[in-house]
């Protein structure tokens, strides 16, 4: 039985970190792409980051250069998602995904994780 497992959301205030993680089980083998969502108050679940197989990355443009997203080296199904300088608009539910569906969610499709909150106070 395939599962995502998400964990490592929480409260902190603007200009903290938080580390997330997912691990994705019941899978035969590495997944292609794993990939991280978040769903804001009012607002669509975006794209937040992804990573392939290979380790090519992908960031939106408002997650450049303060998240990291990076597979476990013994472990790739298993994906951290690294939040610093977190801002109150990173607030959401984060979602973990395999293998993805592109910019927006569409939790009918692939496998989805039940999510972990985020809230940045400022």
């Known amino acids: 039985q395939v599962q995502l497992v998400e964990s490592g959301g929480g409260v902190v205030q603007t200009g903290g970190s938080l580390r997330l993680s997912c691990t994705a089980s019941g899978f035969s083998s590495t997944v292609s792409t794993l990939a991280w969502y978040r769903q804001a108050p009012g607002n669509e679940c975006d794209l937040v980051s992804s990573?392939?197989?290979?380790?090519?990355?992908?960031y939106a443009d408002s997650m450049k250069g303060r998240f990291t997203i990076s597979r476990q080296a013994n472990a790739k199904n298993t994906v951290y998602l690294q939040m610093n300088s977190l801002k109150p608009e990173d607030t959401g539910m984060y979602y973990c995904?395999?293998?993805?569906?592109?910019?927006?969610?569409?939790?009918?499709?692939?496998?989805w994780g039940q999510g972990t909150q985020v809230t940045v106070s400022s």
């Open positions: 990573i392939t197989r290979n380790g090519a990355t992908y």
């Open positions: 995904a395999v293998p993805g569906t592109g910019a927006r969610c569409v939790r009918s499709v692939g496998y």
